[in-house]
């Protein structure tokens, strides 16, 4: 099973819609959890930090549920300049050093 | 504020050959990676360091050296490229291994024919 799974999409929206995405992760050991944003041949950046208590950044909210072993990323009023690939990053095992490990990443579309 | 830089951004290979990649990063950061990312892969961690002297396999490390030279730079080195070995290799640093968020930089694309 892999470590992060993610709904690959693509999810196509349009503009001022809402949009959620989810991912599940294997190692309930696990204590740190991102959301990084990638864009088309670009490197991945850092969207935000995934909270146990769930938090908030402008538009996007993002929820954790470690009894699930779930997390998730809501879009609200989507832009076109959200399309990219949305990747769920989860930390890994001692055996690793901990080194994150990435899902596959989710793509969205935002069309006008 | 140049954070993670990367040299070269592409590079074709032939099988056989050797190269090696550079990564060095400005912010002081005591961990750093290379992950090599495939379609439809995801990013796969080939190498970590997590403090400067020492380095460890990741889930990838077949094929690949890794040297932490000081604590801004960490090259990952291709002894005899494989055309498996294309691909784009991003390299990542991190203040501690924990409970960090990483800063990428911008990427190699290699080629091996």
């Known amino acids: 099973r892999k470590e992060v799974e993610q709904d690959p999409g693509p999810f196509n929206v349009p503009e001022g819609a809402t949009v959620a995405f989810n991912c599940t992760y294997s190692?309930?050991?696990?204590?740190?959890f991102f959301w990084y944003r990638q864009d088309c041949r670009k490197e991945p950046k850092l969207l935000m930090s995934v909270y146990s208590s769930g938090n908030e950044d402008g538009r996007f909210t993002a929820q954790l549920n470690r009894a699930s072993q779930y997390i998730s990323l809501l879009i609200r009023d989507s832009k076109l300049s959200d399309s990219a690939t949305y990747l769920c990053v989860v930390n890994g095992s001692p055996n690793s050093g901990y080194a994150l490990n990435f899902g596959k990443g989710t793509s969205l579309l935002v069309t006008p | 504020n140049a954070g993670v830089t990367q040299t070269p951004k592409f590079q074709v290979l032939k099988t056989g050959q050797s190269m090696t990649l550079q990564c060095a990063q400005d912010m002081n950061h005591n961990s750093m990676y290379w992950y090599r990312q495939d379609p439809g892969m995801g990013l796969r961690l080939i190498y970590y360091?997590?403090?400067?002297?020492?380095?460890d396999k990741g889930e990838v490390p077949n094929g690949y050296n890794v040297s932490r030279l000081n604590k801004r730079e960490f090259s990952l080195r291709l002894e005899s490229a494989a055309p498996s070995q294309t691909s784009v290799y991003f390299c990542?640093?991190?203040?501690?291994?924990?409970?960090?968020?990483?800063?990428f930089g911008s990427g190699t694309r290699l080629t091996v024919v």
């Open positions: 360091s997590a403090s400067e002297g020492t380095t």
């Open positions: 190692n309930s050991a696990s204590q740190s």
């Open positions: 990542a640093s991190s203040e501690g291994q924990f409970s960090y968020g990483y800063t």
